[in-house]
């Protein structure tokens, strides 16, 4: 008898449109059973076409979660990481601070006439006036600072200036011409109200300090080779 009545209802909801799964779950029974008692009934068009667009919708749903619980995981995973990068660190002595900052001069600075160091993020900028200030002594008036920025931007110079000024503590006294770069075609920054170029951080009369910095690289590069014939 209650099988007979679950089939009644299973065929009234199929009537209705209802998918098989959405029967067998709201009866408590398998697919396989509620699929047996609606096999000869034949859906409308519209009832066709309405549980395609669900189940579209239900898969898309599907996905997307799955993609926020990948996301999530990997979010995890990630600042995990990142703590366990940051105790490797333990305490920054001031040649920690020397060979870093000849690292970035190494990879992001000029090897000819002058020093000069090119980067656009704020974070290596500030880091770099710190090195060339604590570690080589450079003072402040000493610096000349240049922007380097797409012409679509140049209604911004003013801002951008005022931008890296404020970043790196030297006045726009001493900044020299903004360099408006032309770009054969028409660059789109998603970005465009927070992007202000690169910036190029010159020492005045640092022709000296650029060979002395060129010095210890090629001293680093030299005694590095020592530790790749012990390996």
């Known amino acids: 008898m209650a099988k007979s009545k679950e089939k009644n209802k299973a065929r009234e909801l199929r009537l209705q449109g209802r998918s098989i799964r959405e029967i067998a779950k709201k009866l408590k029974v398998s697919k396989g059973s509620a699929s047996i008692w609606c096999r000869d009934i034949e859906l ?3 009832q066709i076409e309405k549980l395609q667009k669900r189940m579209l919708v239900g898969s898309y749903k599907g996905r997307l979660k799955g993609a926020r619980t990948q996301l999530q995981r990997r979010l995890k995973k990630i600042a995990l990481l990142q703590k ?3 105790r490797l660190l333990g305490s920054l002595s ?3 601070l020397f060979l870093i900052g000849t690292g970035l001069y190494w990879g992001e600075g ?6 000069r160091i090119t980067n656009s993020d704020p974070e290596v900028i500030k880091f770099a006036i710190n090195w060339f200030r604590s570690i080589w002594k450079i003072p402040k008036d000493y610096f000349t600072l240049q922007v380097l920025i797409n012409k679509v931007h140049r209604r911004r110079v003013s801002e951008v ?3 890296w000024s404020y970043i790196t503590g ?3 006294s001493q900044f020299t011409k ?3 770069i032309k770009a054969k075609n028409r660059k789109f920054y998603k970005n465009f109200k927070t992007h202000y170029g690169t910036l190029i951080i010159s020492i ?3 022709g000296d300090l650029q060979y002395k910095i060129m010095g210890l690289i090629s001293n680093i590069i030299k005694k590095g080779r020592k530790f790749s014939r012990a390996a």
């Open 170 to 172: 030297i006045p726009k």
């Open 44 to 46: 409308t068009s519209q």
């Open 84 to 86: 366990e990068g940051a």
């Open 94 to 96: 001031r040649r920690d």
């Open 110 to 115: 000029s090897k000819q006439r002058r020093a």
């Open 204 to 206: 005045r009369r640092g």
């Open 178 to 180: 903004t360099t408006l």
């Open 161 to 163: 200036e005022k931008y």
